[in-house]
């Protein structure tokens, strides 16, 4: 109940919000424990999304630059950035960004504990692929021809 004076709020978000933050995955890199946001951000949802669904866009080069700030919206850009600038792979960049989008998944497919592995979706030639979807329609994110060069630094990759 609302004290007196305070407005008796339909709904608070705030307060809905700050059960969920408490509930935020967290995650070691490099030796630092980071808390990931509590969900999905929209923006990572949308681009993926986008991908996943043929958007005439999505299928121009993704520079570096857009991938740091996707899994800058993960674990912070500033963050991302140091890992590049102390000489992590584009293909760990990828992986943190692949592995954190999966913990959402398994939330979302109700597995609470995080555990197992998600399931490859089927592709257009009928086989699998290393990405996964869900219910929300996320799937990973596209790698191009530089994630499986080991020895490569991409300028960008094909989406």
């Not at 608070?12 to 969920?20: K, M, N, P, R, T």
């Not at 080069?61 to 590049?84: F, H, P, S, W």
């Not at 290393?130 to 020895?151: D, I, N, Q, V």
């Amino acid at each position: 109940m609302a004290e007196v004076g305070e407005p008796d709020f339909a709904v608070d978000f705030d307060e809905a919000w700050a059960e969920e933050d408490a509930k935020a995955p967290v995650i070691r890199i490099m030796g630092e424990t980071i808390r990931l946001p509590s969900a999905m951000p929209a923006k990572l949802v949308l681009f993926v999304t986008k991908v996943k669904n043929g958007a005439e866009d999505s299928k121009r080069d993704t520079n570096v630059t857009e991938i740091v700030d996707l899994a800058g919206m993960l674990v912070g850009k500033e963050r991302v950035q140091r890992y590049i600038d102390e000489g992590m792979s584009f293909e760990r960049v990828g992986e943190i960004m692949r592995r954190c989008m999966n913990i959402y998944r398994k939330r979302n497919d109700g597995d609470q504990d995080g555990q197992g592995e998600a399931k490859a979706p089927e592709t257009e030639t009928g086989t699998t692929s290393s990405g996964s979807s869900s219910s929300t329609g996320a799937s990973s994110l596209p790698t191009g021809a530089a994630s499986t060069e080991a020895t490569s630094t991409p300028s960008s990759t094909t989406v």
